[in-house]
Nanobody
Framework: QGQLVEDGGGLVQPGESLNLSCVAS????????VGWFRQAPGKEREGIVC????????YYADSVEGRFTISRDSAKNMVSLQMNSLKPEDTATYFC????????????????????WGPGIQVTVAK
């Protein structure tokens, strides 16, 4: 298993943007499907975005589609999550995860599909 580390979180106002990064070591991230999950206080962890390993096809949860974009940077062994038009309900701890996924499910992949996880990073959207 490789190690993943998230970066780029913080406190922003509604409507602003953040770019989260997920940098891998010990594995080549291009060979893995990568997902972003988030967990708000008192709520279950939810999968919001996924990018497949075969053709970089993607899945976005309804709550983030049109506002969030996932992309790979092979040279940096990294996956980024560009988050625009942030809302207070986006406030959560965000986790990146990697797993042997050829394709992302059209309904979102469960956490069990991912074998490597980052420690998480806080995103807070508030006035």
């Amino acid at each position: 298993q490789g190690q993943l580390v998230e970066d780029g979180g913080g406190l922003v106002q509604p409507g602003e943007s953040l770019n989260l990064s997920c940098v891998a070591s010990g594995i080549t991230l291009d060979n893995y499907g990568v997902g972003w999950f988030r967990q708000a206080p008192g709520k279950e962890r939810e999968g919001i975005v996924c990018i497949s390993s075969v053709d970089d096809s993607t899945y976005y949860a309804d709550s983030v589609e049109g506002r969030f974009t996932i992309s790979r940077d092979s040279a940096k062994n990294m996956v980024s999550l560009q988050m625009n038009s942030l809302k207070p309900e986006d406030t959560a701890t965000y986790f990146c995860a990697a797993g042997f996924l050829d394709f992302c499910s059209a309904y979102g992949n469960p956490a069990a599909d991912f074998s490597s996880w980052g420690p998480g990073i806080q995103v807070t959207v508030a006035k």
